[in-house]
Each structure stands twice: as C-alpha cells, then as structure tokens.
C-alpha cells in the first residue's frame, strides 16, 4: 500500500465517523465533492485536453471524495432502523448529471485508445473505484441506471474479453455489474444488453486470469442469479454454480457476527435465492441438497431472524422477507409439507405473521424488489395455502365481500397481462356478466390477500389467464391458482397465446373448460367464454336493474347483470345474483360509519383509503371543504391528494378519479341541501360553494 493509500484510508475512516456523528452530513460532503468535479479544468481533463499538474491532482482527490463519501453513506444506511432507512434522501442532484455523463465518455474513450496516457490509467482506476462503489448505493443506482449504464458495462465487458489486457480494471466491472444486478431494473437493463452472453465469453476468454482471482470470480454466479428471466432459470445446469455459490455464502455471513461474508451482507444472497425459487427444479435441487441446502437448513435460519423489533435495522427486515418468500417456494412441494405440516413452532409463526396487523415493517418492500418477493404477510398466507391451514378472518373491512350470496366470476391474472385482462372485463360486461378482478393496487381492505381469498371463495368459477408470466413469473398467480384447485372452485382457463402450454404444477389442474384466444377473432372467443361462464347458473335468480352498479375501489370490478327492455337481448343476459347492499336511502348526514363507506366504496366507486370517517355528518364537512378546494384551485388540490395517497398508501391517483370525487362530493352537498336541517345550519356554505 502507497503512502497516498494510507492517507485516503484515513482519510476515509475519519469522514466516515464525521457522517455517523453526523458532525456534516454525507449530502453536504457529497455537494463539496461534486462541486469540485464540475469545475471547466475537470471537463477538459475528461474530454482530452491536457492541464496543469495542480489540476491533475485535484481531479484525483475530488473523484477519490466523492469514492469515500458514497461508500461511508452505504455503510452508514446498513446501520439505520427500518423508518430511518425509509426516510433516507438520495445523496445525487440532477444538476452534476453532466458529470456522470463526461465520466461514461472517459471510459469509452479509454477503451478505445490505442495508445495508453499513463496518468490517464491511473485516473481510470480511481474512476472504476468510484463507479463500483456508486453501484453499490442503494440509493444512488437509480442514477447510474437512468444513464443507460448497464449497457455500457455489457459493451465494456466484451472490450475485455477480446484484447485481454491484464491492465484492464476487469475487477471493478464484474463488481459494478453484481452490483447493478442487484436492482430490478438494472438486472433488466443488463438482461437486455446481452449480459448473460457477455459473462459467458468474459469467464471462457480470462479463464487463466480469474483462476488467479477467485474474488472477481465469485462475482459471476450472483450476476447469473440476479439477472436470469424465467426461461434461462430452467437451464439448472447454467445456474448450479449460482445456487452452490449462494448457499456457501448464506452459511458464511449467517455464521458472521455482522451477517456478512467477504463480499456482501447475507441479505444480498438471500435475495437472488429466492428470486431463483420460482422455478421448481431449482427447489427441487435445493431441497436435495443436505450438504449445503436443504429444508433443516432453511427452517434454523427462518427461526434465527423471524422475531424482529419494529424498528430493527432495514438489512435484517429484508433477510426476514427473503426468507418467508423461499418457504413459501419450498412449502409449494410435496415432499416438504407433512414436515412442515407437523412443525407446530413453525406453523405459530407463520400464523402470526399472516395475522398481523399491516404495518410499514410489514408491508415495506424497495421498489427493486417488488417484482421478485412478495411481502411477509402475503408469502405467510402462501405458506398456510399450500399446507392447508389458510382460513379467512372476518373483519369490517371485508365484510362487504363476505357472503356465500356473493357468486360471480374471479378473474386470477398476471399483472403484467393486465391488458388482455382488462379486454376481457370490458368484453364480459357488454355480455352483462358480473366479474371480480384485483386491479391498480388499491384495497378496500389492509389486506389485498384477504380480499383476493374472500373473492376465490366465493366465486362461482376463476377464470385464470394462463401465460408465461402467470405460470413462471409470479408467486402470487401460484397462491391464487393453488387456492381455487384446494377449494374445487370451477376453473376456466384463458390462454392468451393459443400455442403456449401451461407449467406441470398448473397444466395438471386445466382439464376442464379453456377458450384459446391466438389469433382467432376476440369477439368470438368471449361468445365461447360468456357461454361457459352461464352454463349450469339457471337456479340462480336473476334481479332487474336499469343500471350497472359496480363494486370497486379501482381494484375491484362487480359489474352487475342488466336486463334490457328488449326481450331479444335476453339470450346473452348472465343468471348471476346482485348483490343487495341495502344502500342507505336517508339523508347523508344521519349514516353511520359503515352506511358511509358502502355509499363511498359500492354506490359512487371512490378510492378507499381516503374514507376515513366516523359518521356520515363528518363525510358531508369534508364534502365542503373538498369543494372549497376544488373552485379554489382544483389542479393544486388534485395534486395534494395524488401526493397523499402515493406517499401513505403508495397507490395512484388519476384525473378520473378526482373527477369522480367532486362529482360525489357535489351530490353529497344537494342532498343536504335538501334536507332542512341542512338547510337551516349550512345554507350559507353550500350557496357559497355551489354558486
């Protein structure tokens, strides 16, 4: 080690205990830093030009800033609890974008020069050092991602593997790329520019070098791990390294006073672990594998780090979550479930997480992760589901849908087929057939899983839209199918693609009805798909409205049957039952609580979570208020709510939705109007608002 090194290590440790002091915050550190690097002497440097030594210098130490900055802030967020690590703010500001993109410009041109500047090459060291490290911020990857770096690291990577230069800083790049691999759409952006490919030829092409570097090397099965699709994870021979990595690395971090191995934190291998799980014969060799896997294995590690503070630190929440979704994987096997069945310790704990109330522990999943794991509440109602000791709790929020009168259709399907999805619905609903569909992220329950489960319980037939994402993708597609099989609902299976077959553990359940879509005319498939969906409903009574009433909160769709006039529309009219919700028909301002909330979630179709009143006379004071907003400036109030709902509840909030909310709420405001209690108490207000 240089005597520069030894300063740049002190130097580091000490900025590192100045930000855990938090005597300057990284941001301001990170600000100074970048700062420095925007300077005009800095761009000409990145560009070509050459500069005065002095200026060489500060390059150097404003790049190796920013290096220890960043890398004291990851440290640094491993120690937070999981609301600090929520409330975290990203260290980047648009404004030095220009710097990362001059940065990505340097890289190339150094790959493709000929001829090697010495004082460039060391610089080129210091900006690797820096852009693995940056990498591996949680908080900064979304920057590196947003400047199409991933690619770059592909195009760079294949530099590599053809010269074959042992100056070449292969190291950094492997880690940079495990470390963009980590994240959902970094694995996407790598995916998408050949990584795969591009690892293959680097690991044939450098055989001699890695062999001598086994610490870049064990890099490459985590990179496989991360960034697979659902197709490439069925070669298991490809992905065998991955896993035997994986689990030599869980063993040692879990066995690690700090959770962490030579390389990462035990969490950062449990992740890929259980993104692998959806293929079964990656379980299944997992399972068989008493050497370094196996169910024993798993069930000590789940007991070790299930019970959890609240407000423990977020890295061991995600270890938490990580390892509800592989038993959930693994539960999904025959050949695990009578242990599991019979491990009473085991089944009280996941009965008390499926139990729990929805908190932000509960529920906090980052945003890289969401397609891959589903949340602990959810993979622990997934567990009962496959070891059939799933039971739905009956609580107020779901007692709308909680009734055996409730049987109408159950759409179960990938979200990433939303679009076909919604087709059907609109399809359906021009045939007056009812249906129920989970949609847009909403709940009229804490419980999205609850209500998925009360809505399969009581369907009359699940219509299940088979299809690669459905059948290899989705974790929660298999609970839902699983749910249906165990309960003998009627199952009727869509395929999107007429050629597709759907994977052994669902193909085995579809041998009943199925419309096969493909290219054949849509309408004509729905006309087959209406008739199945009928057939056999004759006993059931059909109730005259002359109007659709719909029961959803942007999640749930309850498109009622409508009986036209016309007597020669009749012989597409559905023999679905209505569901009476016994709407209340007295003033507003005299509902209760739950009179209230089935006004606003079942007659006017409102977003759930902002009914939160106790009574219908606080419903008719916000109707007020709302409407003082909505003259006042109804873009601004729009926004407001948008950015009330996104941050609290993380759902969307779209212009139609407002749209409906001051229709409502103009409504509720007549009504009282009307009444002349109201009209004695308030008339002066509702003038004001409604002139």
Not at 422 to 429: D, E, I, P
């Amino acid at each position: 080690m240089t005597v520069m090194d030894h300063i740049w290590t002190m130097i580091g440790s000490k900025l590192g205990e100045l930000i855990e002091k938090e005597i300057l915050s990284a941001k301001e550190y990170y600000t100074i830093a970048m700062n420095g690097l925007s300077t005009n002497e800095f761009s000409k440097y990145l560009i070509g030009f050459d500069v005065e030594t002095i200026f060489k210098f500060y390059v150097k130490i404003f790049l190796k800033l920013t290096e220890i900055v960043i890398l004291a802030d990851s440290r640094h967020m491993e120690h937070l609890n999981l609301s600090d690590y929520t409330a975290h703010k990203s260290l980047h500001d648009k404004r030095y974008d220009a710097v990362f993109f001059k940065i990505i410009t340097f890289i190339d041109r150094f790959f493709v020069d000929s001829e090697k500047d010495a004082a460039k090459q060391e610089c080129i060291e210091i900006i690797f050092s820096l852009i693995v490290t940056m990498s591996d911020s949680k908080i900064l990857l979304p920057t590196i991602i947003h400047f199409d770096f991933p690619a770059k690291l592909v195009e760079w990577l294949n530099v590599i593997s053809k010269r074959n230069i042992s100056s070449d800083p292969l190291d950094s790049l492997i880690v940079a790329m495990s470390n963009v691999s980590q994240y959902e759409e970094g694995a996407i952006a790598l995916n998408e520019a050949g990584a795969i490919a591009a690892i293959e030829i680097s690991e044939k092409a450098l055989a001699n070098r890695l062999e001598k570097n086994q610490f870049t090397l064990s890099f490459y099965p985590r990179i496989y791990a991360m960034i697979s699709t659902a197709d490439q994870v069925k070669t298991l021979n490809v992905l065998k390294p991955a896993i035997d990595f994986l689990l030599t690395k869980i063993r040692e971090a879990n066995a690690s006073t700090d959770l962490r191995s030579k390389t990462g934190h035990l969490y950062e291998y449990l992740v890929p672990l259980a993104k692998l799980l959806v293929n079964d014969n990656i379980a299944i060799y997992l399972l068989n594998d008493n050497v370094l896997g196996g169910l024993t294995f798993f069930l000590e590690l789940f007991f070790k780090h299930n019970i959890l503070p609240v407000n423990d630190l977020f890295v061991k929440h995600l270890i938490r979550l990580a390892l509800y979704n592989i038993l959930c994987s693994l539960a999904f096997h025959e050949s695990v479930q009578q242990q599991l069945k019979t491990n009473q310790i085991f089944i009280k704990a996941v009965l008390e997480a499926s139990n729990s109330s929805i908190t932000n522990t509960e529920t906090f999943i980052p945003s890289s992760l969401r397609n891959n794991l589903m949340s602990v509440k959810t993979a622990a109602h997934g567990i009962l589901v496959y070891l059939d000791k799933f039971k739905i709790s009956i609580s107020n929020n779901n007692e709308l849908f909680n009734t055996s009168a409730t049987k109408i259709p159950m759409i179960s399907y990938s979200h990433q087929d939303a679009d076909f999805c919604r087709s059907v619905v609109t399809a359906l609903k021009e045939h007056s057939i009812s249906v129920w569909i989970d949609e847009d992220g909403h709940c009229l329950s804490n419980d999205c899983w609850e209500e998925i489960a009360i809505a399969i319980k009581n369907a009359s037939k699940v219509l299940i839209i088979v299809s690669e994402n459905y059948c290899t993708k989705s974790r929660s597609c298999r609970v839902e199918a699983s749910y249906a099989i165990k309960l003998g609902i009627p199952i009727i299976a869509l395929y999107i693609d007429d050629e597709y077959e759907a994977e052994p553990w669902l193909d085995i359940h579809l041998i009943g009805l199925h419309v096969k879509f493909g290219n054949k005319p849509f309408a004509e498939r729905i006309d087959r798909l209406a008739k199945y969906i009928t057939a056999n409903n004759d006993s059931l009574k059909c109730m005259k409205t002359s109007q659709t009433q719909m029961v959803n909160s942007s999640r749930k769709v309850l498109i009622s049957t409508i009986e036209n006039d016309d007597k020669s529309s009749l012989k597409t009219k559905v023999s679905e039952p209505i569901i009476d919700y016994f709407m209340p028909k007295t003033s507003p301002h005299t509902w209760s609580k739950v009179e209230v909330r089935t006004w606003w979630c079942t007659e006017r179709i409102l977003v759930p979570q902002l009914c939160t009143f106790c009574d219908g006379e606080a419903l008719c004071i916000y109707a007020r208020i709302f409407l003082y907003h909505y003259q006042q400036d109804p873009l601004k109030h729009l926004q407001s709510l948008r950015e009330q709902l996104k941050h609290v509840h993380g759902i969307n909030f779209y212009d139609d939705h407002y749209a409906n909310m001051a229709s409502s709420m103009m409504w509720i405001v007549k009504q009282k109007e009307n009444d002349e209690y109201v009209v004695n108490k308030y008339s002066k207000w509702t003038s004001c608002i409604l002139m």
